[in-house]
């Protein structure tokens, strides 16, 4: 059995310990295997008459073993013996369990009231393959309620087609009530009815769009050879106030008479109005103010850098050597005129030596 059978048949019936276990991996108990005579351990007994001969045979038994099979493959044999390997790893005292130990483990625990017994490794496995089980079982369960409510909704409709079928069938004046009902429908002054009605409508339609292509085209006008060429001109008029600044203001002004984001055509005048007046002066009023700080700060700037020209005339007026010093002043020093003949030089050195 699959494991997709054994899960449907655990969730159409989740009392049955048959099927619990068939989900598990375990055959199920029966009766048969529980009143089964035990083999008796003497059932493959030699008879009597073997019995003496059985001593014989197995004292020959090794040497026939020892001649066929040297002693040396023993470790072979051994080393060629497949590894164990399994889905887990286990610790005892930060120590690695032997897994031969862990391989030979069986465990037993109670399942739906029932003893189940089964190793361990296997138990891991089942653990491990739980959650694509439980996507399993849930993708079914969902196909599951959507089939039940397809079927109920067919079902619905059935009763009450039925239900109709019934009441005209059982009612003679409905039946009549309702075959009026389909002749006037259907007849040829309601279809040219209904066709004009949905012409008519169809014409409405369009003239509201045409409508709304008019007034689009008047707000794209306005904005384009109104709006736009004022802005500029405020902008470009007053150079120290933002375009962030004039715009935030204008939002501001026009919120009262913006409806989903545009000005209605019939607000136009006014706007443009307010444009050339109100929003004009504000801009002129913050470059009035703004050029005052502008002249404020350069008036500072100046007077700060006269004050700073002022002090470094000071400061290298107070470091100048004067006569009173004893240094020799370039005013009342004389020019030292260079001799041009040997004699004029020494005469020169001795006035300096005589002190003259």
Do not use: C
Not at 50 to 79: L, N, Q, S, V
Not at 125 to 139: D, L
Not at 303 to 326: C, S
């Amino acid at each position: 059995m699959s494991d997709t059978t054994a899960v449907e048949t655990y969730l159409k019936n989740p009392n049955d310990p048959d099927a619990f276990a068939n989900w598990l991996g375990v055959a199920p108990a029966t009766e048969d295997d529980d009143d089964a005579a035990p083999v008796s351990a003497d059932a493959d007994a030699p008879l009597a008459d073997d019995a003496e001969e059985a001593p014989e045979a197995e004292a020959e038994a090794p040497d026939a073993e020892a001649a066929d099979a040297p002693e040396a493959d023993a470790p072979e044999a051994e080393a060629k013996a497949d590894p164990i390997t399994l889905p887990f790893q286990a610790t005892a005292n930060d120590d690695a369990v032997d897994p031969a130990l862990l391989a030979a483990m069986t465990v037993t625990f109670k399942a739906d009231g029932k003893e189940v017994q089964m190793p361990l490794a296997d138990v891991v496995r089942r653990a491990q393959s739980e959650p694509a089980a439980q996507r399993q079982v849930r993708m079914v369960a969902q196909q599951r309620d959507e089939a039940e409510q397809k079927y109920q909704d067919i079902a619905a409709e059935r009763d009450e087609v039925r239900a109709h079928a019934l009441a005209i069938l059982r009612d003679p004046d409905l039946y009549l009530a309702l075959r009026q009902q389909v002749e006037e429908y259907d007849s040829p002054a309601a279809r040219a009815e209904r066709a004009e009605r949905t012409l008519a409508e169809e014409r409405d339609r369009q003239a509201k769009e045409a409508e709304q292509q008019k007034v689009q085209a008047k707000i794209q006008t306005f904005a384009a050879e109104v709006v736009a060429p004022t802005l500029e001109s405020i902008l470009s008029a007053n150079p120290l106030v933002s375009e962030q600044e004039i715009l935030g203001q204008f939002y501001a002004d026009t919120a009262a008479i913006t409806r989903h984001g545009v000005i209605p055509p019939q607000y136009h005048e006014e706007l443009a109005a307010y444009l050339k007046r109100d929003l004009a002066a504000f801009a002129a009023e913050r470059q009035q103010t703004y050029a005052a700080r502008e002249r404020r700060a350069d008036a500072e700037a100046r007077k700060t850098q006269v004050e700073r020209q002022k002090l470094k005339n000071q400061t290298a007026g107070a470091a100048k050597p004067t006569a009173l010093t004893g240094a020799p002043s370039i005013a009342t020093t004389e020019r030292q005129v260079k001799p041009k003949t040997l004699k004029q030089a020494q005469a020169g050195a001795l006035s300096v030596l005589l002190g003259q």
